[in-house]
C-alpha cells in the first residue's frame, strides 16, 4: 500500500499542451503545438531538449533561455510542475495549456535559470529539509559528489528505486523504503534504526518540511470552471511552514491539525473555542474536538489529490512528498466577504 | 543533549532582536543609514499566515564604488585615442576612473527552516539597471568572492525572496546556527573546561570572511561588555535547577543580542561594514 503510493507519487506527470509564444515565431506557418508528459516532481527547464527541437526552426536569432507561462503569468520554475497545476488551474485542465517562450526572459520576476541551477535548487532543499527533520543537513553532507550526481539523475528520470537504494547507502541513511518495511513483516525497529540520529529521538523527525501555497479566488469553490486566473504572484502567499510534530506517544497529528497551526482563519469556527473547554485534556482529545467543530473552508491539494483531511501528517510526509521531502500544500479558498459598514453598499 | 543551546532563534524571538538592532542602531550611530523593521503586509485581502514572523530588518540604498578593472583599462585606452567614447560609463564614475556606483539593498528575513536569520540584497546600477550574480560577487571581499566562485551553489546564490517573491540574491543559512552556537558560548567557561573547544572557536573567527577587514567580529575586549548574558546561557546550560523565569529572561536578554552579533560576520561576508560603537553598552 505505502509502497504504491510513493511510485503512484513518482509516475505522475501532467500533460502538456505548449505553443510557442507570437513574438518568437519566424515561420511561416507557425510551427504546430507540442504535447509533453512533464512528470509533477519535476520542474520545467527541464524538458527543454524535448521541446527545443520542435520549436527550433521558427526561432528568431539569439541565445536561448525557456520559459513558460500560464494565462500571462511567468512560471516560477523552482516550484515543481505538479504544484505550479494544482494551483494555478483551479479547475484541472488536461492537456495543461502553456505557452513556451525562448527569449525576453523576465529575470524580474524569475531567478535566473542558468547551469546547474536546477540542481542545485533540488539539493539545497533537500538539505534544507533534513534541517527541518533533523536539525542537520549530515545526510546530504556526507553524500559523494558522485552519489549527488546520481541521485539528481534519479529525481530527473523518475527512478524510485534507484533513489531509495542511494538514500539506504547514505550514513545516516534517508529516504523512505527502509520506512515501509513496517507494512511488510519487518520489525519496525530495523526500518526506525536506519534513520536514526542523535539529534532526534528515535530517528523520528522533529518537524515535517511544508510548503504552502495559497490562492484565494472570489467564487464558489464547487464552480471553478471559469475562475480567474492568477494574473500576478503578487495575488498568491506562499510560505515554508515546518510543523512541529508532537513528542508525547500517542498523540498523532493529522493535516487539519497542520492547517489550523498555518491558517487557523480558514476554519469556520474559531479553534481557541475547544481549546479552552478542554484545556485539561489530553491533546488526542483536544485535536479530535476540533475536528468535529472546525470545516476547513479551502479546497487542499498534495500531489494531485484532494486528500481527507484526517489523514495523519506522517503519512502525508512520508507518501505524497516530492523527493526533496517537502510536503508542497496547495490551497485555495474563497474570499471572506468583509463586512461592510453601513451604507457602504451605496 | 537538553540544555545546550543549539544556536537558532524563533520567530519572536527574531523580531525582539530585530527591534534592538534598530534602536541601538540609531542611538549609536544616527549619521548611517538606518536599519528599519517592515511590517509584512499581504497582498490585498490574503490573510495572513499566522506561524510566520511578520516582518523583517531593511537597509537600502546603500551605495559602494565598485572597482571595475578591466573595463577601465580598455575605458583608458579608448579616452586616448576616441573623443566618442560612451557617456553612459562615464557618467557613473564620476571623479574616479575606474570605478562605477552600486546601490544595494539589504534584507534580514527569518527563516523557518533554519530557525535563523538570512541576509537577502539586491543591486543596481544608478540607472536602475539590476546587477547580476557576477557584479554582485565581483562586490563583494576578496575572500567571499574566493569561497562564491569555489562554491558557486551553495554560498550566494539568486533566492527568491519570501516576502517579495522576486529574485534576490541570499547568503545560504545552513551554517548560521553552528557559528552562532560557538559564538555565544562563552570563551572562558569552555577553555576551563574543554580546550578542545575553544580552538574551534578560534578557527571559526580565521575562517569567518574579512573580520580582519573591518573590525567587526567582537574583539576580546567587546566580548567581555559582553560578557554577563554569554556567562548566563552556560549557567542555563549547566544549572537546569534554577528558576526557569530566571532563565526565560536572561535567555531574551541574550537573543535581544542575536542579530547585532550575527551581522557582525553576516555583514562584512557580503562587504557591508557595521560600526563599532554600536556593540557599545547602551546603558
Given at each position: 500500500m505505502t509502497v504504491q503510493a510513493r511510485r503512484h507519487v513518482w509516475m505522475g506527470a501532467i500533460p502538456l499542451h505548449l505553443h510557442l509564444h507570437s513574438s518568437e515565431v519566424t515561420s511561416l506557418p507557425a510551427p504546430p503545438p507540442f504535447l509533453i508528459l512533464a512528470p509533477r516532481n519535476g520542474y520545467l527547464p527541464l524538458l527543454v531538449d524535448a521541446i527545443r527541437p520542435h520549436f527550433n526552426s521558427a526561432l528568431p536569432p539569439g541565445?536561448?533561455?525557456?520559459?513558460?507561462?500560464?494565462?500571462?503569468?511567468?512560471?516560477?520554475?523552482?516550484?515543481?510542475?505538479?504544484?505550479?497545476?494544482?494551483?494555478?488551474?483551479?479547475?484541472?485542465?488536461?492537456?495543461?495549456?502553456?505557452?513556451?517562450?525562448?527569449?525576453?526572459?523576465?529575470?524580474?520576476?524569475?531567478?535566473?535559470?542558468?547551469?546547474?541551477?536546477?540542481?542545485?535548487?533540488?539539493?539545497?532543499?533537500?538539505?534544507?529539509?533534513?534541517?527541518?527533520?533533523?536539525?542537520?543537513?549530515?545526510?546530504?553532507?556526507?553524500?559523494s559528489q558522485s552519489d549527488q550526481v546520481e541521485l539528481w539523475h534519479?529525481?530527473?528520470?523518475?527512478?524510485?528505486?534507484?533513489?531509495?537504494?542511494?538514500?539506504?547507502?547514505?550514513?545516516?541513511?534517508?529516504?523512505?523504503?527502509a520506512n515501509v518495511g513496517r507494512g511488510f513483516g519487518h520489525p519496525p525497529s530495523v526500518a526506525e534504526?536506519?534513520?536514526?540520529?542523535?539529534?532526534?529521538?528515535?530517528?523520528?523527525?522533529?518537524?515535517?518540511?511544508?510548503?504552502?501555497?495559497?490562492?484565494?479566488?472570489?467564487?464558489?469553490?464547487?464552480?471553478?470552471?471559469?475562475?480567474?486566473?492568477?494574473?500576478?504572484?503578487?495575488?498568491?502567499?506562499?510560505?515554508?511552514?515546518?510543523?512541529?510534530?508532537?513528542?508525547?506517544?500517542?498523540?498523532?497529528?493529522?493535516?487539519?491539525?497542520?492547517?489550523?497551526?498555518?491558517?487557523?482563519?480558514?476554519?469556520?469556527?474559531?479553534?481557541?473555542?475547544?481549546?479552552?473547554?478542554?484545556?485539561?485534556?489530553?491533546?488526542?482529545?483536544?485535536?479530535?474536538?476540533?475536528?468535529?467543530?472546525?470545516?476547513?473552508?479551502?479546497?487542499?491539494?498534495?500531489?494531485?489529490?484532494?486528500?481527507?483531511?484526517?489523514?495523519?501528517?506522517?503519512?502525508?510526509?512520508?507518501?505524497?512528498?516530492?523527493?526533496?521531502?517537502?510536503?508542497?500544500?496547495?490551497?485555495?479558498?474563497?474570499?471572506?466577504?468583509?463586512?461592510l459598514p453601513p451604507g457602504a453598499a451605496d | 543533549m537538553a540544555g545546550i543551546w543549539d544556536g537558532t532563534l524563533t520567530a519572536a524571538e527574531f523580531e525582539a532582536a530585530a527591534l534592538h538592532l534598530v534602536e541601538v542602531w540609531k542611538s549609536q550611530c544616527p549619521q548611517l543609514p538606518a536599519w528599519t523593521w517592515h511590517v509584512y503586509e499581504p497582498p490585498l485581502k490574503s490573510p495572513v499566515l499566522a506561524s510566520s514572523a511578520v516582518g523583517y530588518l531593511v537597509l537600502q540604498d546603500v551605495h559602494i564604488l565598485s572597482e571595475q578593472k578591466v573595463v577601465a583599462e580598455v575605458e583608458d585606452i579608448h579616452e586616448v585615442d576616441d573623443e566618442s567614447q560612451d557617456i553612459a560609463t562615464l557618467e557613473m564614475s564620476p571623479g574616479l576612473p575606474g570605478y562605477e556606483e552600486?546601490?544595494?539593498?539589504?534584507?534580514?528575513?527569518?527563516?523557518?527552516?533554519?530557525?535563523v536569520p538570512m541576509i537577502f540584497l539586491q543591486g543596481h546600477f544608478l540607472d536602475g539597471t539590476p546587477l547580476q550574480w557576477h557584479h554582485v560577487c565581483h562586490d563583494l571581499p576578496l575572500d567571499s568572492q574566493q569561497i562564491s566562485h569555489e562554491s558557486r551553489w551553495t554560498f550566494l546564490t539568486q533566492e527568491e525572496h519570501p516576502f517579495l517573491h522576486r529574485p534576490w540574491f541570499a547568503l545560504h543559512p545552513c551554517g548560521t546556527s553552528s557559528i552562532m552556537s560557538l559564538v555565544f558560548a562563552s570563551p572562558l567557561s569552555n577553555a576551563a573546561k574543554d580546550s578542545s573547544n575553544d580552538n574551534r572557536i578560534q578557527d571559526t573567527r580565521n575562517f569567518l570572511p574579512s573580520s580582519d577587514q573591518?573590525?567587526?567580529?567582537?574583539?576580546?575586549?567587546?566580548?567581555?561588555?559582553?560578557?554577563?548574558?554569554?556567562?548566563?546561557i552556560s549557567a542555563l546550560s549547566s544549572k537546569p535547577q534554577k528558576s526557569s523565569r530566571y532563565q526565560e529572561k536572561h535567555r531574551i536578554d541574550l537573543m535581544k543580542q542575536y542579530i547585532l552579533t550575527w551581522l557582525s560576520f553576516a555583514c562584512p561576508t557580503v562587504g557591508l561594514t557595521i560600526p563599532s560603537c554600536v556593540f557599545k553598552p547602551t546603558n
Open positions: 541565445s536561448d533561455t525557456i520559459w513558460f507561462d500560464y494565462q500571462g503569468l511567468p512560471l516560477k520554475w523552482n516550484i515543481p510542475t505538479g504544484v505550479l497545476f494544482d494551483l494555478l488551474c483551479a479547475e484541472p485542465e488536461r492537456p495543461w495549456n502553456l505557452t513556451v517562450h525562448f527569449r525576453s526572459y523576465p529575470a524580474g520576476v524569475l531567478s535566473l535559470c542558468e547551469d546547474e541551477a536546477v540542481k542545485w535548487n533540488f539539493i539545497n532543499a533537500l538539505k534544507e529539509a533534513f534541517y527541518v527533520m533533523y536539525g542537520n543537513t549530515k545526510s546530504i553532507m556526507n553524500m534519479c529525481v530527473m528520470k523518475g527512478d524510485l528505486e534507484g533513489y531509495d537504494r542511494l538514500a539506504a547507502r547514505v550514513k545516516p541513511a534517508f529516504g523512505f523504503g534504526t536506519a534513520i536514526t540520529n542523535p539529534v532526534t529521538r528515535a530517528g523520528k523527525p522533529g518537524r515535517i518540511p511544508m510548503r504552502m501555497y495559497l490562492r484565494m479566488v472570489d467564487q464558489d469553490l464547487n464552480d471553478l470552471f471559469d475562475v480567474r486566473p492568477v494574473s500576478s504572484w503578487d495575488d498568491v502567499v506562499y510560505v515554508t511552514c515546518p510543523i512541529d510534530v508532537p513528542k508525547r506517544q500517542g498523540t498523532t497529528l493529522t493535516l487539519r491539525d497542520a492547517l489550523m497551526k498555518v491558517v487557523p482563519h480558514l476554519f469556520s469556527s474559531s479553534p481557541t473555542i475547544s481549546n479552552e473547554v478542554t484545556s485539561e485534556a489530553p491533546s488526542v482529545m483536544r485535536a479530535s474536538s476540533n475536528a468535529v467543530h472546525n470545516e476547513f473552508n479551502g479546497i487542499v491539494r498534495v500531489q494531485g489529490i484532494e486528500p481527507s483531511l484526517d489523514l495523519p501528517l506522517d503519512w502525508v510526509a512520508r507518501n505524497l512528498c516530492g523527493p526533496e521531502h517537502f510536503v508542497h500544500l496547495s490551497v485555495i479558498c474563497t474570499l471572506v466577504a468583509p463586512s | 552600486h546601490v544595494y539593498s539589504y534584507h534580514v528575513i527569518y527563516n523557518e527552516s533554519y530557525r573591518v573590525n567587526i567580529l567582537p574583539s576580546p575586549n567587546q566580548v567581555s561588555v559582553l560578557q554577563p548574558p554569554y556567562n548566563e
